[in-house]
């Protein structure tokens, strides 16, 4: 770096040299306008945006549904970009403004449910899949689960912002990130050369928490870090991903409320299941 920062005695939001998000980031919370929520006709009601946080529900919910379970839902989007996200009707629903964000109405008393590693595990243990009852392999999901939680501001908030979204490009920031997100990638290779899942043998919410970050890294899908990072000498983690993205409810769930990418990638709200299956058609042969 050319010039030494040196830090204020009181720090102050400088609007000007705060990347991609600078137009909508502030120091503070609550609502910034008033606006209410869509609501469909399903008992259940996300809120979100297909990031990996998005991803990762909506990709839980198909897989819910594959098995039959009663989890259709409504996905309303939400553009982050625009602010959406500080609406009165959305911090009554996540009072800390991120998505994704669930209304479950199917019960006696509505229930709001934020943060997505949250969600997965109420609608893990209230349909009754993805997640032991009890036990060992209950704990290892658990692990595994807020290791994914604690892990991904390190890829996303940190190699993703200063690799890919940062005004500029600054070297110490950088390195920094990248040494934590090998490791990382290490790490989850090292845990998949012994398991065919991340918690042992059985397909479950620890792999929908990972996938979308992770696995979206290693296929090439974020950040254009791919070459970058080395991902090709992650094996174990690359067969993994590949197991995953195969799976009929993942290349459904991982489109819902994307408005980016090809249009056979793109479904700003789903509402059925037939809402997938018009977008999935356009797929060309291969």
Known sequence: ???????PKVWTMDSENGGTWASINRPTAGARHEAKLPQGKHGLQLYSLATPNGQKVTIMLEELLALGADAEYDAHLIQIGEGEQFSSGFVAVNPNSKIPALLDKTGDTEVNVFESGAILLHLAEKFGHFLPA???ERTQVLNWLFWLQGAAPYLGGGFGHFYAYAPEKFEYPINRFSM????????????????????GDN??????????WYGNLVLGHAYDAAEFLDVD??????????????RDAVKRGRIVNRTWGEPWEQL????????????LALTPDK
Do not use: N
């Open 1 to 7: 770096m050319s010039e030494t920062y040196i830090p």
């Open 134 to 136: 009890t036990g060992h």
């Open 180 to 199: 934590e997100v090998k490791r990382q990638l290490d790490l989850l290779d090292k845990q998949l050369a012994e398991h065919t899942y991340i918690a």
């Open 203 to 212: 397909y479950s919410i620890a792999d929908m928490a990972i996938w979308p």
């Open 233 to 246: 000498s992650y094996v174990h983690l690359k067969r993994w991903a590949e197991q995953i993205a195969a």
């Open 268 to 279: 700003a709200e789903r509402h059925s299941a037939a809402d997938i299956d018009a977008v």
